[in-house]
């Protein structure tokens, strides 16, 4: 069974802070993504990765960055936290093929 | 560019009762379209996905290209049913999903 861990479950942060979330899975999927889930808006992609040191941008990269330097491992960034970040972040990876994805269970951030 | 719709954002039926939950896409080319599902306290996990044409936990979906609809059917709702649905696309090329907004599903003993 693919396992994807996401090391924070809960997080609160002030404005202005930086904030890592860190996303590990064990099954050799070349794939990562990281999506926001807001109520009444469903899930929305923010970055991806195909492979290691790789990135592209999803629909909504603004104010997020990552990092994938191993690839069991895909960082989320927000390099100055605002209050509208505060929401469900989702890390997923998949293998072939590339759209089943396998989600960790989140991480919750509260920006004050 | 593409993308999903859930018209239904909650839906509420009773235990044996037939449920719907509506999805509506918009793209040009050949979509690949599937179902995830979140219960309570779980991960989102995958659901269903057209090309498999499979029935899942009773659940089945039938892609209509004509009304670029691919809509969640089970004939009898069950308690364990109840949870977050999400209608997801994927472009011609596989690269990535879009999801929909999603529909909570209660199903009421």
């Known amino acids: 069974d693919v396992k994807v861990t996401q090391s924070s479950r809960y997080l609160v942060k002030r404005t202005g802070e930086k904030v890592f979330l860190e996303c590990v899975q064990d099954m050799d999927h070349e794939n990562m993504f990281w999506y926001r889930q807001d109520p009444g808006l469903g899930l929305r992609l923010i970055y991806f990765?195909?492979?290691?040191?790789?990135?592209e941008k999803g629909d909504i990269p603004e104010g997020y960055s990552v990092s994938r330097e191993k690839k069991e491992r895909f960082s989320l960034i927000l390099e100055s936290a605002s209050t509208n970040q505060t929401s469900m972040y989702l890390c997923?990876?998949?293998?072939?093929?590339?759209?089943?994805?396998?989600f960790g269970e989140g991480s919750r951030l509260t920006v004050l | 560019a593409q993308r999903v719709t859930q018209p239904e954002k909650l839906l509420s039926v009773f235990k044996g009762a037939p449920v719907e939950l509506k999805c509506n896409y918009s793209?040009?080319?050949?979509?690949?379209l599937f179902w995830y599902v979140q219960y309570s306290r779980q991960r989102l996990q995958l659901l269903l996905r057209?090309?498999s044409r499979e029935s899942i936990k009773g659940f089945t979906a039938d892609l209509n290209k004509g009304e670029t609809s691919f809509h969640l059917k089970k004939p009898f709702a069950q308690e364990e049913d109840s949870a977050m649905y999400y209608c997801a696309l994927s472009e011609t090329s596989g690269s990535r999903l879009t999801f929909g907004e999603g529909t909570q599903l209660t199903v009421n003993p």
């Open positions: 990765s195909y492979d290691v040191k790789m990135k």
């Open positions: 057209h090309i």
């Open positions: 793209y040009s080319g050949s979509p690949e």
């Open positions: 997923a990876s998949s293998g072939t093929p590339r759209v089943v994805l396998f």
